[in-house]
């Protein structure tokens, strides 16, 4: 791996055992970013198949490119969890552990054997991240779930939308991400309480739609106090003038001229101090009321410059603004290549990839890039031995197709 990342700074969760037992994106995004700050995870994927993720976009030799960032410093144990052995080697795997991450649907775990109450038998401390649809408990428990319903379900969809217009995704799985993140914060809590307050391990219970609607705002304070329904706004950020995107000759600009003093700066880089110098507009109440008026002259002075001369003018009158970025922008742009952010990651297959850096940046304990995505089953043998099996016993295993 090439990264300034890659020192000999301690890692901050050093010690740390992770069994992830989760597939695609929000159980293996948490197990991802343990992972980079030094957790030694542990991946559980069904044999012959493995992780669908492997082969979900686009593929080189056989394997998605998106797998090599997901599953980086991670080990690849192959079982096949419907047979009673398999699940044996999870209890083995499990006693030994600190957490143990799953997001299959409520009571897959259960149908194992493989309980909370039943592996906290073996395991007091044990922290458990369950991810799901709908959450353990409720109505709704027991109904399938991805993150795009969660999205809708959690108020997100019905915002992403020029008005009147479809619902739109956003582009990006984010609802099974933001999971992902809930989780993660809810494991290192649950560590912490462990470790500083004596405390028993405990599971983390998190909603898909519970983790988009936590990153909701105001959405049900207003609807609370006023009977207002947010609506979409497209690119617009409703009660906030001027907040927006706006046409440039070459592409798109955000422009963010909100600040009372900002507001002021802007109306004089484009040319309309008769705007920035109205009582009426010298704060936010009064720019909403006349919104349309400000876009619309906004865009006017974007509308016959290119994206470069916009992003240089409002850069020297300090407006806040922001080019649209492509995958092609991010991976030129020298910013992203000073702040570490674009990574040069090799595959066990001796491919070279770009890959996105790490988040957060911690001064003192970095996270690093240990090891590349593993093959299926890679780390099987290895594993095993650790957890006490001999060679024999895994040949055996081998043989009846327990593990792979």
Known sequence: MTSKQDTAAPAALAGV????????????????????FGADVVKIEATGTGDPLRNWRLLKNGTSVWWQVQSRNKKSVALDLRQAEAQDIVRKLVAE???????????????????????????????????????????????????VIGEAMGGLRHLTAEPGRVPVRVGVSIGDTLAALHGAIGVMMALYHRKVNGGAGQVIDVALHEAVFNCMESLIPEYSAFGAVREAAGSALPGIAPSNAYPCQDGWVLVAGNGDSIFKRLMAAIGRADLGDDPQLADNAGRVARVAEIDAAIGAWTRQRTVADVMQLLGQARVPAGKVYTARDIAEDPHYRARDMLLTQRTRDGDELLVPGIVPKLSATPGRVRSSAPNLGDDTDAVLAEAGLTA?????????????
């Not at 024999?392 to 792979?404: F, T």
């Open 17 to 36: 055992r992770v069994i992830e037992m989760g597939q695609l994106i929000a159980g293996p995004f948490c197990g991802k970013t343990l992972g980079e």
């Open 97 to 147: 552990a600190d957490v143990l991450i799953e997001n299959f649907r409520p009571g897959t775990l259960e149908g194992w054997g493989l309980s909370p109450e039943a592996l906290h038998a073996l395991n007091p401390g044990l922290v458990i991240l369950r991810i799901s649809g709908y959450g353990q408990t409720g109505p709704y428990r027991d109904l399938p779930g991805f993150g």
């Open 392 to 404: 024999e016993q895994i040949a055996l295993l081998r043989a009846k197709g327990v593990i792979q």
